[in-house]
């Protein structure tokens, strides 16, 4: 498998055929980079081109280069050699076997030991709510807990080296964790989001406005500050979430 040391977006056109305002964008492996905007600003368009390896073919006419050269036809085209990850807003199985069952074979297909499913599903559950048994029927699985699964799967058993992630933080998960998790592992992340602690927590981010890339900005000293400061007040919220999950009360809650 070719080792990938660089990922660059060659920009194209927005909705109304204009030219993107910036030309291109390289990515090197351990980067988190945000992809941000409005909603219908293009930004799932963006993550489709990267994941399709795009030369030029597809609306927004970019072109995605690996190692500063286009891909072969095989990497764009053959499942078995194909270097990109997708974790998408809506994430539930069908397929009917047990998630051990399903982390047993998918490790087999990559030449992973056996013992990397205990290690799947331990970092799974330290992503959602609700643990995960490795006896659970995939198909039962919430789609929180499908999210968890996969992310964890993604950094130990797969060996994509981009990483796409669609708004991680509608999922329902520790989405700080899965992100620090996934970009310990050296992979290129990019992240759709909404969110501002995501955001921020980005080395850089891409923001879009009518199908296009507008500008790209690198987060400041002062906004890793304020992401800080943010996180404190997530985590707030998170322990309250979690609080009114297990049908606790809230009335000595202090807003911070």
Known sequence: MQDIHELTIICGIDKSGAKEDVEKIRICPGEIIGIVGPTGSGKSSLICDIEQLSQGDTPTRRKILINGKAPGRDIRTDPRKKRIAQLSQNMHFLADMTVEEF???????????????????????????????????????????????????????????????????????????????????????????????????????????????????TTSTGEMNVCSELVKLDNYMMSLRDTIRQGGLVEQAVVV
């Open 103 to 217: 982390l047993r074979m998918h490790a087999k297909s990559r030449n992973r030991n056996s013992d990397t499913v205990e290690q799947v599903i331990d970092i799974a559950n330290t992503l959602t709510g609700e643990s995960i048994q490795p006896g659970h029927q995939l198909t039962i699985l919430s789609g929180g807990q499908s999210r968890a699964l996969m992310a964890a799967d993604i950094a130990v058993i797969s060996d994509s080296p981009i990483v796409l992630i669609d708004e991680i933080e509608n999922a329902g998960i520790k989405k700080q964790e899965a992100l620090k998790l996934l970009a310990a592992e050296g992979k290129i992340v990019l992240v759709v989001t909404h969110d501002p602690v995501l955001a921020l927590m980005t080395k850089r981010r891409i923001v879009m406005r009518n199908g296009g890339v507008r500008q790209v900005i």
